[in-house]
């Protein structure tokens, strides 16, 4: 992506449209909070998730120079048959293609406005959704010649070569293999030569709980009401570093920024965001990134800290540092860290009374 001729990467996370004491009724105060906390992080680009925020978002973003991309409200069900997406009534592609002119007539005077999402994790099953995609990409360009079209996508198929630009969601490594698959899958993306048409930027994220601890990790197992913080960690510090050496990728995306309300998951809660509910608490992930991304202020962070009660006698202890070597002093002597990934270091067999 270039701006005034300079390249940039493209650094963005979802933002949910709820919070703790609020529900969805959210005060451009909210607002503004939650974007300082973005700025703070080191990102600088917001995907408004299945619709648009309050216009004053959009406001702060422009005086800020944040670079947002807004949802037209076309996603799965969450509901029965949520693999069907589309049904071809004539009621409900006119009601989507009204959502999507009013979702640009609302938002297209606002410059830090980048690109409007067409759909977001819509499957291929059922009736021909694709051409219904191709229909709602043909009227966001008649409206707005100005702007790219993008979507998110977790499935294969025609479906990515719709839109300009496209995002694939990948989880590797979360229920099934390991965090280290996402090198085979950069080296497939790479090396297809269908895939290489597409314009492709990534999205990942799953969930952790500060609530949730665990002395030793496991994989994820579908439905399981267990999210330890420290699983969600150990997939970001992995994917981070990964993502990073592939340098195949127009812009990186989080999923998500903030947890949020869903009630057919565990405490009805999605536990994905960097931040929790509360929008106050950020969780340690938050602080790897501003390591990674914060340019402007230094970080440095002892994560783990709540996982308190420890079984081992020797720890290891992790730190996220911008600074070029951090260093750690435990009952006033210092103990050596070694480098793990950028940013992020850590000491072996730490005693701990």
Known sequence: LLINGKEVDVRGVHMPHDRQGAGIALS?????SDLELVQDMGANAIRSLI????SSLYDACDKEGMMVWVDNPFTRNVVLFNDICYYPSEALRENGFEQLREVIYQNYNHPSVVMWGIFSLVAQRGDDVVSYVRELNDLAHEI?????TVA????????NFVTDLIVLRQDVGWYKGSFDDIRVWNRQLSENKKFKELRFGVSYGEEGAITHVADNLQRAEQG??????????????SYAQLLSE????WGVWLNNMFDYLSPYRG?????????CFDHTTPKDAYFLYRALWNKSEPTLYIAER???SRCDALQTIRVYSSVERPTLVVDRDSVELRQVTECCWQADSVTIG
């Open 267 to 275: 405490e009805s809660m999605n536990y994905s965001g960097l931040v």
């Open 306 to 308: 709540r996982w308190k």
């Open 224 to 237: 399981a009401r267990f999210r330890p913080e420290r699983a969600q960690t150990l997939m970001h510090e």
């Open 51 to 54: 619709g648009p925020h309050l």
């Open 144 to 148: 707005d010649t100005s702007r790219p």
């Open 246 to 249: 592939s340098g195949i990728f």
């Open 28 to 32: 451009q105060e909210h607002l503004i």
């Open 152 to 159: 998110c996508s977790n499935v294969d198929g025609d479906i």
